[in-house]
Nanobody, 129 residues
Framework: QVQLVESGGGLVQAGGSLRLSCAAS????????MGWFRQAPGKEREFVAR????????YYADSVKGRFTISRDHAKNSVTLQMNGPTPEDPAVYYC??????????????????????WGQGTQVTVSS
């Protein structure tokens, strides 16, 4: 099993930048594909980004492609989401998640929340205009 703890959320100005981090416990971090999801009030949880266990493959939702970057550090057991140029459409609670079964991406290159067995508690991101 793996336990996940997100940090780095807060208030960011539109067009600025924010870096979210997710710390993973346990020695098996390298065995998990990692993802970021977000959920805004009244909306379903949606895919943001995914990185495979080696760190060599990344996938992004169309809405964040070119603005957000996912990366992982095996030495630190962590995964980050660099958010550049946030817009008023980006505010949400952002969740880090771990997938032990290496599910392939959908035809759109995305992931489903149901594919992830482990979740963090979430970190709030607010964007000011």
């Amino acid at each position: 099993q793996v336990q996940l703890v997100e940090s780095g959320g807060g208030l960011v100005q539109a067009g600025g930048s924010l870096r979210l981090s997710c710390a993973a416990s346990g020695r098996t971090f390298v065995l998990y594909d990692m993802g970021w999801f977000r959920q805004a009030p009244g909306k379903e949880r949606e895919f943001v980004a995914r990185i495979n266990r080696s760190g060599l493959r990344t996938y992004y939702a169309d809405s964040v492609k070119g603005r957000f970057t996912i990366s992982r550090d095996h030495a630190k057991n962590s995964v980050t989401l660099q958010m550049n140029g946030p817009t008023p459409e980006d505010p949400a609670v952002y969740y880090c998640a771990a997938d032990r079964d290496a599910h392939p991406p959908t035809w759109r290159g995305e992931s489903l929340p149901s594919e992830y067995g482990f979740w963090g508690q979430g970190t709030q991101v607010t964007v000011s205009s």
